[in-house]
């Protein structure tokens, strides 16, 4: 097989704009596309890869100087990220690995749930039950619940905070010994606990 001279020479032109290009703009395009794939390097490896096709394939994109526009580049980069998202379908889950996923919305447990807020509720002392009750489940504001309790918005506020922290620890029996050594390390008053 014989090779015509310029053959050779064109080849190794086409090589080093190769080269130019995968050296040039590639790095920064790959660290832009970790980022848009969310830190996975080898699927921004891949979509680097279509980039630089797509780059090659348009020379018309180079500049006069015949390097490729990085506008251009960085355009193309976030299309083909934009359609490897949009073609991606999430993992379908079945048979046994459905069992692993509880259904959120379960009825028998918000009754359950609801039941245990609302005994928690009970336990608490009068004042820190009427605000929790004014504040969040007739969602009424700081100032609201101030005028319909005959206090101070100041006094509204601090009694929510300890009425939820005394709520968590009634919810979470675990954590309680930890946030009542807390508790006591604050400075709030202790006739609103």
């Not at 889950?93 to 807020?117: M, N, S, T, W």
């Amino acid at each position: 097989m014989t090779v015509h001279p310029g053959a050779a020479s064109a080849s190794a032109g086409l090589d080093a704009q190769l080269r130019a290009l995968y050296d040039g703009p590639a790095p920064g395009l790959l660290r832009y596309l970790v980022r848009l794939t969310n830190g996975d390097r080898y699927r921004a490896e891949d979509l680097l890869q279509e980039t630089l096709v797509r780059a090659w394939r348009h020379p018309e994109s180079r500049t006069e100087t015949g390097e490729w526009r990085r506008s251009w580049l960085y355009t193309v980069a976030r299309n083909v990220a934009i359609d490897d998202l949009r073609t991606t379908r999430p993992v379908e889950l079945v048979g046994d690995l459905l069992d692993d996923h509880p259904d959120d919305d379960d009825p028998v447990e918000r009754v359950i749930d609801a039941g245990v807020v609302h005994a928690a509720l009970d336990a608490l002392p009068e004042r820190q039950r009427t605000v929790l009750v004014e504040v969040y489940l007739r969602e009424r504001s700081g100032q609201e619940a101030a005028q319909r309790l005959g206090v101070p918005v100041g006094t509204v506020k601090s009694r929510t905070f300890y009425a939820l922290q005394a709520l968590r620890e009634l919810l979470d029996p675990v954590a309680a010994p930890v946030n009542h050594r807390l508790s006591a390390r604050s400075s709030g008053p202790a006739a609103l606990r």
